[in-house]
């Protein structure tokens, strides 16, 4: 094969044509297209960086809203740790009064227990009281009638004492109408005792009260 590449010396060379004419340059509508693609793609990379530029600006203020609503979000979270820890200590205040304040109320609630307890005691003490000066009362008023009537009735029976002079008869008569009055009065005094004995309370009421 590489020998078919030499050139037989035996045949003749081939003769080529001179041009007679100047040679005419002809690439200018390459150089034309491409000063139109130059310019084009100028225009583009302008527009691309104007792109960019802007993007790069809208990207750099996006980042900074960003980080001041991260900063603000840090603040904001950090005040609400803040107000959490104070209204975890307040709880556990709380929650120190609220032992302490049930601690107190179940004491209270013993001690009324007791109090009405004791109320109850006494108010049926005081009843009983009521109901024995009642009683007392009663019987006072009956014996002072009963006195009353036996003063009435001893008033009645003995006679006025005269003011003119007396005869040694008048005298003797005088006499024994006084010693009748007296004879009277022991019953009287009788029966005053037994109306304030019947008036006067049992002696286990007494030692109650």
Request: hydrophobic share 35%.
């Amino acid at each position: 094969r590489g020998g078919s590449l030499r050139a037989d010396p035996t045949e003749a060379p081939e003769v080529f044509d001179v041009p007679t004419t100047v040679y005419s340059f002809s690439s200018g509508d390459i150089v034309t297209t491409l000063e139109d693609l130059k310019t084009k793609f100028r225009a583009k990379k302008d527009e691309l960086d104007t792109q960019e530029v802007q993007a790069r600006t809208e990207y750099d203020t996006l980042v900074q809203t960003k980080e001041t609503l991260i900063a603000d979000k840090q603040k904001e979270m950090d005040t609400a740790a803040r107000e959490k820890g104070a209204e975890a200590e307040k709880i556990a205040g709380l929650s120190t009064d609220l032992t302490t304040t049930s601690a107190q109320l179940l004491d209270d609630q013993q001690v009324l227990a007791e109090l009405s307890k004791k109320c109850g005691g006494k108010a049926t003490v005081w009843d009983q009281r009521s109901k024995s000066r009642a009683d007392e009362l009663t019987a006072l008023s009956t014996a002072l009638s009963i006195l009353k009537d036996l003063a009435q009735q001893s008033a009645a029976t003995t006679p006025a004492p005269k003011t003119a002079l007396l005869s040694p008869h008048a005298e003797v008569t005088s006499h024994a109408e006084a010693s009748r009055s007296v004879s009277r009065r022991p019953r009287v005094s009788l029966a005053a005792r037994r109306a304030t004995a019947a008036a006067a309370p049992p002696a286990g009421e007494e030692e109650q009260r």
